[in-house]
């Protein structure tokens, strides 16, 4: 499948405080602009089949105080790990305050991307460090160059958020008729 708008999209998300879940609508309006509707719902409505069923699978986290796991996924995490998404494109996106926790910004997304490469599928959306001061992130690669998805910091950045989530799309759109082009 190389045409986007033909992809099965979900958006998953969990969510304490409404902050994940609001970038996940966010992201649906996004994609329905380029004429695709997104299935968004919560980790906690989640199911393994469902998951599944996804050609692009945004998964949305967001990292607690010193690196914490949100309480969601940690959940979910046993169901994960059975998933079988070898034929699913998959993207992620973590919430994280760089400035208050800059030692373990946005660590859950480290976290959930560990699980998911388990899983077989195909990672995208690998989204540049520069414009982010932070020390260390689970979700850096070894030189600090790429988070292994969207980093967002809207507590820090709040006015950068939507230019990111903006290009992440497109960004998310050429890579997924990239790798679909080539299976």
């Known amino acids: 499948m190389t045409d986007f708008t033909s992809a099965r999209v979900g958006i998953v998300f969990g969510t304490d405080t409404g902050n994940t879940e609001e970038m996940a609508n966010r992201l649906a309006t996004l994609f329905e602009q380029r004429g695709v509707v997104a299935d968004v719902f919560n980790v906690t409505d989640a199911t393994v089949a469902a998951l599944e069923s996804f050609d692009l699978l945004i998964l949305g986290i967001p990292t607690w105080d010193f690196g914490g796991i949100q309480c969601d996924w940690e959940d979910f995490d046993e169901s994960l790990r059975q998933a079988n998404l070898s034929d699913t494109v998959v993207a992620m996106y973590g919430l994280g305050d760089q400035f208050g926790y800059g030692d373990y910004f946005v660590d859950a997304l480290g976290w959930l991307n560990e ?66 082009a080539d299976a």
């Open 115 to 180: 699980r998911i490469l388990a899983t077989g599928a195909q990672v995208i959306g690998a989204w540049s460090t520069e414009g982010y001061d932070f020390t260390a992130s689970r979700a850096a690669n070894a030189d600090k160059s790429q988070f292994c998805g969207l980093a967002i910091d809207d507590d820090q950045q709040f006015e950068l958020t939507d230019d990111r989530l903006a290009r992440w799309v497109e960004q998310l759109v050429e890579e997924f008729e990239t790798v679909t």
